[in-house]
């Protein structure tokens, strides 16, 4: 398969700093009122609610009074090398070349789920129900999002509809290029530690490709060959270590 | 035809192909596509006009700024205000899910109601709004003729300084009602540390932006405590300043986590640890001795001018708080409380902080005393990055309320609380005290009792007992805008609008370094028959008449509101109109002032007291006429001598038994789960994990060594069991829980609100057993002990 060139157009990417995130879900409760996301009665049944950015709670497995636990939060990864796409039999998902998004067309998606199987971060979600918003809460759903049939998979578009409301503001202000902080998803805009960073990957001036050099970054199952375009940062080792199935000696120290 | 093989076959091959070859199966598959894409209900958002209106969230006294989008009329989404000072953008998970309060039909009262049928039969009638005021305004006149205007009683749950609150004071105390009660609250604990050590009252502000060292005795600094807004921000710069935190707690809370050192002593053994770090500062003598000299009282022994020997602080502490006297209470290392104490004390500017949890309960009080000790003995008391004495916000007065004789009659009854009584000289108001009142006496001292933006038969601890006596009072009204618990309660309902839909003011947010006012402004129109309560108040006194109706001079609650605001501007002190307030969402001096050397303690001794002159001067009024010894154990102090009067460790009794209960119940708060008046939106039901609500279990956390005891796996379903009752719960296996301490959340195990809340989930308030507080009598909330039962 012919290698793609990332190195051009914009690839919008994120850097999660586990140290300072905090767990408090503000995240993905920005993300689910900005993308009209439905809730259930049982919100506790984790394989049939939505969410587009999830929250995982990790230990280091220590006793007692030595246990430690971060939060992991998990919006779609955003793949340069997407195992999603190729799978995809009615070509609903695709990798968008100017902006390195991973798009999802609902209306074309015929649900067959193959892309939920062959994503390794769970990061997709199948609507097995008709949206459902309790009564009079449809009254705050937004127009920029539409929300999703029973049937379809769905995911995290990295607010995909922001950038277009940048776009159109740079282009009514005659402007080719977008400014730093002109395009950031709801998540990272509401995170109230400022734990997430975002920004073009492909443009060194921005905040983001300076911290993806620190030592400390790493990316999730990094080894699969997904390259990944959300970054995390640790300071713990035993976090970093706990981001792959390294074999036993396998894994470098950058502490 | 004869019928074998041969023929069958040929007839279910022909058979197929016939049936392939007809159109019947492209039709069915056809119709099936068509069918299951005929989706009974996807809603399509209605477009409009973007705009952006700012505001502040009043969910809670953090009083966070928010920024509301708005699509035509419509809000469709919140977020943090950038530019707005307490939380610089950032804001929690409640207020960020604060749609779904305003817009949630099923747990919104529509229009005022009245109940038709049997107390909770939830049969209600609608009535006009004129009708629910005269109903209310006619009892209360009632009572007022039969010269019994206490009978009268408000339980409010609104910020203590905000105009609302004070409204609804002024029409108790104008009417001649004394009982008027707020819900308890860790403000309430403060506020008495800040009188009895400092000598003035109101909360104390923590410059933790500028603090280098900080010690946390439990206040979940990342899990809401304060206003979270503002701490969730405040973590960013002490990530970028390399703020040393030191967090005590039994639980591998965030904050713990987060935290660069964590300490678990036992819950309920913090005061003993705070003294056994003032032990090492004393001995050391790393404490501030220009401060300690020139600005105390009580630190060293001295002699009263009857010659009367009293025993300083410092002696005390060292002669009982050694590290290994502390290490056998606590269950911390010696060594470590050595090593903490060595580190704050050289620090630059260390702070210590007490409380527990969000700070939505109280605490104790000779425990806050002990932990503040420590912010005296490095003399960081309205220093930069330390605890600071509140300036003045400028705010004007109203004119004193009018009095006839009714009201001064009523007013010089004691309260049904007990709340400033020689009993309970200290503590402003006693809900868990009123309970009790109520339920020992014969009737019901309480004719009628009003509730404001408080759910007490959901959140107070030991709320069976606030619900048996609830069914005791004649007649209660609620101003809630939700079909909480406590509404479906009572026997008319006012409905106040949510926090979207009014105009609202917070004076001085919690726990922030600044003065600060805060205006929340109406972003929607209010969406159902509901009225401002504040409007409310004002029409009813008008309906009660006479004096009453006299000091209640203002059209309504926006005028009542803008001459207290007057104040402000005419201070001069910042150049702003009434306009330039309501725009900004704020008016605000961007710093303290710390000015001021010893001026600033108003106690008797006009130091920071140490030996706090207030206590003795209250337990000698109330030993009058008994002995002393007696009165101490009626005031639940154990301890004797001059310690009574100092920041001390008293341990706190439980009345169960510790062998049947041999475990402890702890309480913990989540950020994001909403665990106070308001309930927990669906968005934060999202974000519990599935090991914390599955289906309607709860999970309760539990260390592997203490469940393997009680041969208790993960999700194994038990039973917890109190004096006070039962809750069936699920285990949870956590490894960051201390050992025989079972960890439950707050918010959990709603009787009311709609199907995404009711029915899950346990509330931990049905089976606390709660002791009082040595000297202040507010409930200790974290202290029941427990058995747990596999079932």
Redesign the interface.
């Known amino acids: 398969m012919k290698k793609e060139d990332t190195t051009k157009g914009n690839r919008y990417g994120m850097v999660i700093d586990l140290?300072?995130c905090?767990?408090?879900?503000?995240c993905?409760?920005?993300c689910?009122?900005?993308n009209?996301i439905p809730?259930m009665?049982?919100?506790?049944?984790?394989t049939r609610?939505i969410?587009w950015l999830q929250?995982y709670?990790v230990?280091n497995?220590?006793?007692?009074?030595e246990?430690?636990?971060?939060?992991i939060p998990r919006p779609c990864m955003q793949c340069d090398n997407p195992p999603c796409v190729p799978v995809c039999p009615a070509t609903a998902t695709d990798k968008d070349p100017t902006s390195g998004i991973i798009s999802q067309i609902y209306t074309r998606c015929i649900g067959c789920r193959y892309c939920m199987a062959a994503c390794p971060y769970h990061a997709r979600v199948f609507n097995w129900f008709?949206?459902w918003?309790?009564?009079?809460?449809?009254?705050?759903?937004?127009?920029e999002?539409?929300?999703?049939?029973?049937?379809v998979v769905e995911k995290c578009s990295f607010c995909h509809h922001r950038l277009m409301r940048a776009k159109a503001k740079a282009n009514v202000e005659g402007r080719r290029d977008l400014k730093e902080d002109e395009y950031i998803p709801?998540c990272v805009?509401?995170?109230?530690?400022?734990a997430i960073t975002f920004g073009d990957l492909n443009n060194p001036k921005h905040k983001i490709s300076e911290l993806i050099k620190s030592p400390h970054a790493f990316r999730l199952l990094e080894r699969l060959n997904t390259e990944p375009k959300v970054y995390y940062i640790s300071t713990k080792n035993w976090v970093r270590r706990m981001a792959d199935n390294y074999l036993s000696g396998e894994f470098k120290d950058r502490s | 035809m004869e019928f074998n093989r041969r023929n069958f076959i040929k007839f279910a091959v022909g058979g197929t192909g016939g049936i392939l070859l007809s159109p019947l199966p492209w039709k069915l598959i056809d119709d099936i596509a068509i069918w299951t894409q005929n989706w009974s209900w996807v809603p399509v958002p209605v477009r409009g006009k973007f705009s952006y209106l700012n505001s502040v969230c009043t969910l809670c006294p953090g009083a966070c700024g928010i920024q509301v989008r708005k699509v035509g009329s419509r809000a469709v989404k919140i977020e943090g205000r950038g530019d707005y000072p307490v939380n610089q953008g950032g804001i929690c998970p409640l207020g960020m899910a604060g749609l779904q309060i305003l817009y949630n039909e099923g747990i919104r009262w529509k229009a005022p109601m009245k109940r038709v049928g049997p107390r909770g039969s939830q049969e209600w009638k609608e009535i006009p709004w004129d009708e629910a005021i005269d109903e209310l305004a006619t009892r209360i006149k009632g009572l007022r003729e039969k010269g019994s205007p206490e009978k009268l009683a408000a339980i409010d749950g609104n910020q203590s300084r905000s105009t609302m609150a004070l409204l609804i004071k002024r029409l108790l105390s104008s009417i001649g009602s004394p009982n008027y009660m707020v819900m308890p609250r860790e403000e309430d604990t403060y506020d008495m540390v800040n009188f009895l050590m400092q000598g003035s009252r109101g909360p104390i502000a923590f410059d933790l932006e500028n603090a280098d060292f900080i010690v946390s005795f439990g206040c979940s600094l990342f899990d809401g405590w304060g206003a979270p807004g503002r701490m969730l921000s405040a973590s960013r710069e002490w990530v970028k300043n390399k703020t040393y935190l030191v967090q005590i707690d039994p639980r591998t809370s965030n904050t713990a986590s987060k935290a660069d050192l964590w300490l678990a002593p036992f819950p309920g053994t913090e005061a003993a640890l705070a003294l056994g770090m003032a032990h090492v500062i004393i001995k050391e003598k790393l404490y501030s001795k220009e401060f300690i000299e020139n600005h105390t009282f009580g630190f060293a022994d001295w002699f009263e001018e009857d010659g009367v020997k009293h025993k300083g602080f410092s002696r005390i502490v060292l002669e009982k708080y050694s590290p290994q006297v502390v290490e056998n209470i606590t269950g911390i290392k010696g060594r470590v409380i050595i090593e903490v104490a060595r580190k704050f004390a050289s620090a630059h500017a260390p702070i210590a902080l007490a409380g527990r949890g969000k700070g939505t309960l109280p605490g104790s009080l000779y425990e806050f005393m002990a932990v503040h000790a420590l912010n005296a003995l490095k003399g960081r008391v309205n220093k930069k990055g330390g605890p600071l004495i509140a300036d003045d916000i400028p705010l004007a007065q109203w004119s004193d309320p009018e009095y006839d004789p009714v009201a001064m009659d009523g007013l010089k009854k004691a309260r049904v609380d007990l709340a400033k009584t020689p009993r309970y000289p200290f503590s402003r108001s006693l809900v868990n005290k009123f309970t009790e009142t109520i339920n020992n006496s014969h009737g019901s001292p309480i004719d009628t009792l009003m509730l404001f933006s408080a759910n007490p038969a959901f959140t107070i601890p030991d709320s069976q007992s606030f619900i048996k006596a609830m069914a005791k009072i004649p007649f209660i009204v609620s101003f809630s805008p939700f079909m909480d618990e406590t509404s479906l309660m009572a026997d008319l309902i006012l409905p106040d609008h949510t926090h979207l839909e009014k105009m609202a003011d917070i004076v001085w947010p919690t726990g922030i370094q600044y003065p600060l006012y805060a205006l929340s402004q109406p972003v929607v129109k209010p969406i159902y028959r509901t009225e401002h309560s504040g409007d409310v108040i004002i029409s009813l006194a008008k309906r009660i008449g006479g004096p009453v109706s006299g000091s209640f001079q203002w059209a309504n609650f926006e005028e009542a509101l803008k001459e207290r605001v007057k104040g402000l501007y005419d201070s001069g002190r910042e150049k702003v109109s009434w306009a330039d307030i309501k725009e900004n969402g704020y008016w605000s001096i961007p710093a303290h002032s710390f000015e001021g050397g010893s001026d600033i303690f108003q106690t008797p001794s006009k130091r920071f007291e140490f030996f706090s002159t207030e206590i003795e001067l209250a337990i000698k009024a109330y030993s009058k006429g008994k002995s002393f010894d007696d009165a101490l154990l009626d005031l639940g102090i154990s301890s004797k001598g001059d310690e009574v009067y100092m920041p001390h460790y008293e341990e706190i009794k439980s009345g169960a038994d510790k062998k049947e209960y041999p475990l402890l119940l702890f309480p913990m708060e989540l950020i994001n789960l909403a665990s106070g008046w308001i309930g927990n939106p669906p968005y934060l039901n999202k974000t519990l994990f599935d090991h914390q609500l599955k289906r309607d279990d709860l999970f309760v956390e539990v260390n592997p060594k203490t469940a393997s005891q009680y041969r208790l796996k993960e999700g194994s379903k038990a039973i917890i069991r109190s004096p006070k009752g039962e809750l069936r719960v699920r285990i949870h296996l956590f490894h960051g829980a201390m050992p025989d301490v079972i960890f439950i959340p707050f918010g959990l195990g709603h009787t009311a609100y709609d199907k995404y809340l009711k029915g899950k989930g346990v509330n931990p308030n049905e089976i606390i057993d709660q002791v009082e507080d040595p000297l202040s009598g507010q409930p200790v909330w974290w202290n029941t002990r427990v058995k747990l039962i596999r079932i």
């Open positions: 140290d300072k905090t767990g408090c879900g503000v993905l409760i920005a689910a009122s900005e009209n809730v009665y049982d919100e506790s049944d984790k609610n969410t929250i709670m230990t497995g220590k006793e007692f009074p246990t430690e636990v971060i939060y008709d949206p918003f309790p009564e009079g809460m449809d009254r705050y759903l937004s127009p999002v539409s929300p999703r049939m029973r049937g709801a805009e509401a995170c109230p530690t400022k």
